[in-house]
């Protein structure tokens, strides 16, 4: 006989990634109770290698949160970016031009403070589920079927499910085909990136334009450097020994009087880039947020950023929906959301052409890229809707 216990919560949330554990964290804050579901482990998701930097905007609110006591000790804050083609370096900075920086610390490091924090104060964050099955979405009572760690078959009742279970989550597939549309782009390349036992090169990121493939120079502490090159996505890892990227690195990053430091690469792998934006983020009583909902290329360091602004804005719709039994928050979600949406796919998609080396466009396109960058570091003005969107747009209407 089948067995099923059931729960009850008021969010019920898929994903314990940046979105849905920042989105646990602002509920806790206004006196809402949720419960978190992730199909994976607590080691795995404490374990995978993505982001690296957060906007100004996203330090403020963790150190709003009390979340903040580590990133502040081991994160790196930047006050600009180096942009290098042509031969040349250009220093592009963020606090003259905004008066904002930003912080380079590890998206996974993120995902550590968030777990131990919230597991702290006792909010619920159940893993190693499979089976999810959302339900009722269209109705007053929706509910989340799926198995636990031991197979048993559960159910969580609620008022409203968030689904922040990234790209691959069935939760966008729940809405109907015909009531969503979908924007999508893939990149002809990919990135390889590694992370090596090696001083750092350079006091800031270094975004490189080489005739060989964009390449990224960041850092995750003075002893282990963050760094990507352009690849073809398709491409085995195996075809990458270490020599062969170190000799590709240099070459993407050659410039006069200085050498990339070599070390122990201790972690490889391979993404593809796209760039997708799916229209409507609500349906009934769900609600997708972060990759759920939308994927930029990484250029522009945007991805996470954009989870966190939309569970910001869900949580103050939440908020007034409870407090005050106003519902305009709610129906206006996806339109607040992709509003900021599309400027960080436009940002991030803009970053990607103007930086990688793409063997279908013509040299008149190239050295349109090239003009482009000139543009961006020679004039104030240019320089400064770069670094704007950058640090971060505001969060506040
Ligand atoms: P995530 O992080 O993918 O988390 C989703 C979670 O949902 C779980 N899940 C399920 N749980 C239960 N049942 C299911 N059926 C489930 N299916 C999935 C997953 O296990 C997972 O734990 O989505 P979220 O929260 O929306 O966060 C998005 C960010 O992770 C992503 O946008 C960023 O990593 C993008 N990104 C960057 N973003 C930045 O803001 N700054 C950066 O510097 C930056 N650099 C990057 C990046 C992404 C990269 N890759 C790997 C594409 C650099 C790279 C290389
Ligand atoms: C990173 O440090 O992982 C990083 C930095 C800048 C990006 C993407 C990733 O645009």
Redesign the pocket.
């Known amino acids: 006989m089948l067995t099923l216990t059931a729960m009850r919560t008021q969010i019920g949330i898929?994903?314990?990634?940046?979105?849905?554990?920042f989105l646990s964290h602002l509920l806790a804050r206004i006196g809402i109770e949720c419960v978190i579901?992730?199909?994976?482990s607590r080691e795995?998701?404490e374990g995978?290698?993505?982001?690296?930097?957060?906007?100004d905007w996203v330090t403020h609110l963790m150190d709003e949160l009390g979340l903040a006591e580590r990133l502040k000790r081991e994160g790196r804050p930047d006050t600009g970016v180096t942009f290098q083609f042509s031969n040349r370096r250009h220093h592009i900075d963020f606090i003259e031009l905004t008066g904002k920086q930003i912080t380079v610390y590890a998206?996974h490091e993120v995902i550590k403070d968030l777990v131990a924090a919230r597991l702290h104060s006792g909010g619920p964050i159940v893993f190693s589920?499979?089976d999810?099955a959302l339900k009722g979405i269209d109705s007053e009572t929706p509910a989340i079927a799926?198995r636990d760690s031991g197979g048993a078959a559960q159910e969580l009742r609620c008022d409203f499910i968030v689904g922040?279970?990234?790209?691959?989550?069935?939760s966008r597939q729940a809405i109907p085909p015909d009531k969503r549309v979908e924007h999508d782009m893939v990149y002809p390349f990919g990135?390889l990136?590694i992370l090596a036992e090696a001083p750092r090169s350079w006091h800031e990121l270094i975004y490189s334009n080489h005739e060989r493939g964009f390449a990224l120079l960041s850092t995750r502490s003075p002893q282990v450097q963050r760094i990507?090159i352009q690849c073809d996505p398709h491409d085995d890892i195996a075809v990458w020994p270490d020599d062969r990227i170190w000799a590709e690195m240099q070459a993407r990053f050659a410039f006069d009087g200085w050498k990339l430091a070599e070390g122990r690469i201790f972690q490889k792998n391979i993404?593809g880039l796209r760039s997708f934006v799916c229209d409507t983020m609500r349906y009934g009583r769900l609600f997708l947020?972060?990759?759920?909902a939308h994927?930029?290329p990484?250029t522009g360091?945007?991805?996470?950023?954009?989870?966190v602004a939309d569970v910001v804005f869900l949580s103050r719709a939440l908020d007034a929906w409870y407090k005050k039994g106003n519902r305009d928050g709610l129906e206006r979600y996806p339109e607040t959301c992709l509003r900021r949406v599309w400027k960080a796919e436009r940002f991030s998609w803009y970053m990607t052409t103007m930086l990688h080396r793409n063997d279908a466009e013509s040299s008149f396109e190239r050295q349109i890229h090239l003009a482009d960058l000139d543009h961006v570091v020679s004039s104030r003005a240019a320089a400064t809707a770069l670094a704007e969107v950058y640090v971060g747009l505001p969060i506040d209407p």
């Open positions: 898929i994903g314990a990634g940046p979105a849905g554990l579901l992730e199909h994976r795995e998701i995978t290698i993505r982001a690296g930097v957060l906007e998206q589920i499979s999810v799926y922040c279970d990234g790209f691959h989550g069935p990135w990136g990507y993404v947020a972060g990759d759920a994927i930029v990484p360091a945007k991805g996470m950023n954009l989870a």
